[in-house]
């Protein structure tokens, strides 16, 4: 996993979404990582680690376990109810 530090960074050069509440003319210590992704073999082991030891999880880290589904709310909906109607 890559990380980068910059100590002494000029707020004037943040992006604006990122000056947010902060004086100009101040400096930062900005820290960027890359966020590393799961392959299949290491999601099956933090899962099955979590089996074994559950707790209790916010939505936000069971979301974050799970990553990114690239599939909209109207899609879901849409196969759900076509797996339901298969049925009929």
Do not use: C
């Amino acid at each position: 996993m890559n990380r980068i530090v910059r100590e002494h960074y000029p707020v004037e050069k943040l992006p604006e979404d990122l000056r947010e509440g902060l004086a100009v003319g101040q400096t930062v210590t900005i820290t960027v990582e890359e966020e590393a992704k799961l392959d299949a073999e290491s999601f099956d082991a933090k899962v099955a680690d979590i089996l074994s030891h559950p707790q209790p999880m916010t939505l936000r880290e069971i979301r974050a376990l799970v990553g990114p589904r690239n599939v909209t709310s109207e899609e879901a909906v849409t196969r759900i109810r076509a797996l339901r109607d298969e049925w009929d």
